[in-house]
């Protein structure tokens, strides 16, 4: 049984994924398959700001590498921007790997700024 939940928002011009529960590898792998579909049902959109400032993440320093690839594998084109409580050395990991990938990715604890990048 899953561990996490999503409330997905469609907003102008980008999805907004709020996570709540314990976000372990499987409720990433879930998120990256959430995201996926619902820019699909949204008519193409490839912007998505995900929020997991309510979860408590349970990933080990590999799964963020992992996790990164799986993103701009499944995802290509995407522009992701993900709020955390607060950014820490770990979040730079993924953040890096993703890009190196081709997913445009930004890591912040600051919802303006996460906003501003995605958008523009």
């Given at each position: 049984?899953?561990?996490?939940?999503?409330?997905?928002?469609?907003?102008?011009?980008?999805?907004?994924?709020?996570?709540?529960?314990?976000?372990?590898?499987?409720?990433?792998?879930?998120?990256?398959?959430?995201?996926?579909?619902?820019?699909?049902?949204?008519?193409?959109?490839k912007?998505?700001?995900?929020?997991?400032?309510?979860?408590?993440?349970?990933?080990t320093?590999l799964?963020?590498?992992?996790?990164?690839?799986?993103?701009?594998e499944?995802?290509?084109?995407?522009?992701?921007?993900?709020?955390?409580?607060?950014?820490?050395?770990?979040?730079?990991?993924?953040?890096?790997?993703?890009?190196?990938?081709?997913?445009k990715?930004?890591?912040?604890?600051?919802?303006?700024?996460a906003?501003?990048?995605?958008?523009?």
């Open positions: 049984m899953a561990s996490h939940t999503f409330n997905l928002v469609f907003a102008e011009g980008y999805l907004k994924l709020e996570c709540g529960g314990i976000m372990d590898k499987e409720g990433f792998v879930d998120l990256v398959r959430v995201v996926g579909e619902a820019g699909a049902q949204a008519g193409g959109v912007r998505c700001l995900v929020d997991l400032r309510q979860a408590e993440s349970r990933i320093t799964d963020r590498y992992d996790l990164a690839a799986l993103a701009a499944k995802l290509p084109a995407f522009k992701m921007a993900t709020l955390v409580r607060e950014k820490q050395a770990q979040n730079n990991l993924y953040e890096n790997a993703a890009n190196n990938r081709g997913l990715s930004l890591v912040t604890d600051n919802e303006t700024a906003l501003e990048w995605l958008l523009q």
